[in-house]
């Protein structure tokens, strides 16, 4: 069975950081890809930061590339988020999420809606004031 529990939101000021985790099992890191996503209020939910499973390339989009790092732990199962430089437009909750056919770094690249993922984690909240 698959799952994917997030951790780590919490409220910070803006400038702050933050690490989140999100904690895998029911399938191989070494074979499947994993991106984080977030969804602010009122807004749809967009990808924000993934590891390919292909080449174990990692992606950003615009509006945390250079603030957001991406990284797997493959002994403890885990795919991180440190959460640098956080802005108050930061604030939305955050998922990870993992797909058997279609790579989750294709709703960055390739602008693949995240519809097409099927397993998510429940989300933490990350709230950001200024």
């Known amino acids: 069975q698959v799952k994917l529990v997030e951790s780590g939101g919490a409220s910070v000021q803006a400038g702050g950081s933050l690490r989140l985790s999100c904690a895998t099992s029911?399938?191989?890191?070494?074979?499947?890809?994993v991106g984080w996503f977030r969804q602010a209020p009122g807004k749809k939910r967009e990808g924000i930061s993934c590891?390919?499973?292909?080449?174990?390339?990692?992606h950003y989009a615009d509006s945390v590339k250079g603030r957001f790092t991406i990284s797997r732990d493959y002994a403890t199962r885990t795919v991180y988020l440190q959460l640098d430089s956080l802005k108050p437009e930061d604030t939305a909750r955050y998922y990870c999420?993992?797909?058997?056919?279609?790579?989750?770094?294709?709703?960055?690249?390739?602008?693949?809606?995240?519809?097409?993922?099927?397993?998510w984690g429940k989300g933490t909240l990350v709230t950001v004031s200024a």
């Open positions: 590891i390919s499973s292909r080449d174990d390339s990692t």
């Open positions: 029911g399938f191989d890191l070494h074979y499947f890809g």
């Open positions: 999420a993992t797909d058997f056919e279609t790579e989750p770094c294709n709703t960055i690249i390739s602008g693949v809606t995240v519809d097409a993922i099927d397993y």
